[in-house]
């Protein structure tokens, strides 16, 4: 078993090391990296993420979607609509409108072409997958001057504008007089909700555009969207996203690597020594700033709509430059400290350096999702459980630390 930083370090640079050494029900996870880490802690410093409405209700009135295509110019306003139907042959699908792939069991609806025209749209219709589609201004002649387009996804919906979620998800897409008639592609994620039925509204996003003083909107049904989740309120769960990868370094395997190092969480807390339980479910609403290759937050955010049955983490990749394996933490915005709105852990953010390896993936997520969970003193109830009155001396004095330390006290650093 992997003890100490010390040891780590070695395993890393020693192949030798039998892997029965980290075995998930035994194995500890350091911060690490292939350098000596004596002062390198992989902990992001406290600052709140950007919450809009971290307790948005998860409920929602269930009727068939429609595609509505409504424009403004000089106040006389005309309405489009067009319900659902089957998607046309190839043969007898129109030039622009709505598009069905195969495999989207969704009802699609063909609009006649408006001010923006929608086509493109490739999506599996199941709840928590994501998509994307394309859109193109249809102007008789180029704007002036640059115009944005503004995109108001559903309940339940997000979207990312420019397709590019490395530099988070944004709202608007900026067109110039030079570029105004090309087609631009836009990314979404059909969120999870906490219901346990498909869902048949929520599914829509709105778009607003002024030209010259003219305004004009409309709405894109992505259809109908499959139930795959259903909250599981007999116990303690953790649940990891995986949307923000945007390497492809998050491979299914690595995934299960990453879920089966979160479940070993879930035993330990819940199943097998009953330390917490089922907590009420939340609906989030929020923007939240990624984690920036120091571990710092950065300027770029991206925005969820997921549903929380107990504890979500997003996962995500950072390159430290070999200073550290990974970073963790809680959003404190949502969770985990005294001026939240739920004194425990909602919902954190991990990101690991890849240049750990496949064999010690499992120990850096397991390490990262502790912080998540507040480990140590990264929640306001594990804050109050340290002694940091001499700091030579300081100890977390939580009783399940405590009991396992042999009723001592557990050392914050060198007792020496």
Request: glycine share 10%; proline share 6%.
């Amino acid at each position: 078993m992997l003890k100490d930083f010390a040891q780590l370090n070695l395993g890393i640079s020693d192949a030798s090391i039998d892997s029965s050494q980290w075995d998930s029900e035994y194995a500890v996870a350091p911060c690490f990296s292939s350098t000596e880490l004596t002062n390198s802690f992989c902990v992001r410093p406290f600052k709140p993420s950007i919450s809009l409405d971290s307790r948005a209700s998860a409920t929602s009135t269930r009727s068939e979607p429609v595609l509505v295509q409504t424009t403004t110019v000089n106040s006389s306003t005309a309405q489009l609509i067009a319900t659902p139907s089957a998607a046309p042959s190839t043969s007898d699908r129109p030039a622009t409108g709505t598009t069905t792939p195969p495999g989207n069991s969704g009802a699609i609806g063909i609009a006649t072409p408006g001010v923006v025209n929608f086509s493109n749209l490739v999506f599996s219709g199941n709840e928590g997958a994501t998509g994307t589609f394309q859109l193109q201004l249809n102007l008789p002649q180029a704007p002036t001057s640059s115009v944005t387009l503004t995109l108001a996804p559903g309940n339940f919906l997000v979207v990312d504008g420019d397709n590019n979620l490395a530099n988070g998800t944004q709202n608007t897409i900026t067109f110039t007089p030079a570029d105004w008639n090309l087609p631009r592609t836009v990314w979404f994620i059909a969120e999870k909700d906490g219901v346990g039925t498909d869902r048949l509204t929520g599914n829509a996003i709105a778009y607003s555009l002024n030209i010259g003083g003219s305004l004009s909107t409309g709405t894109f049904d992505i259809g109908v969207v499959k139930n795959t989740y259903t909250p599981d309120t007999t116990r303690f769960n953790i649940e990891l996203d995986f949307r923000n990868d945007t390497t492809g370094f998050w491979t299914p395997a690595r995934q299960a690597i990453a879920q089966k190092a979160a479940d070993d969480w879930v035993y330990r807390i819940d199943l097998g020594y009953q330390i917490v339980s089922e907590w009420t479910g939340i609906q989030l609403n929020n923007s939240i700033s990624k984690i920036g290759n120091d571990g710092n937050y950065t300027a770029q955010t991206f925005s969820t709509k997921q549903y929380v049955d107990d504890l979500l983490v997003f996962v995500n990749t950072i390159n430290t430059g070999g200073t550290a394996g990974g970073y963790g933490g809680p959003e404190y915005e949502i969770g985990g400290w005294l001026t939240s709105p739920d004194l425990m852990p909602r919902v954190g953010q991990i990101a690991i350096d890849p240049a750990v390896g496949d064999r010690y993936l499992y120990n850096a997520v397991s390490h990262e999702i502790g912080h998540t969970l507040g480990l140590v003193g990264l929640n306001w109830a594990g804050f109050l459980q340290q002694d940091l009155t001499t700091p030579q001396t300081a100890v977390f004095k939580g009783a399940y630390a405590t009991a396992v330390n042999g009723g001592i006290p557990v050392p914050l650093q060198s007792q020496d």
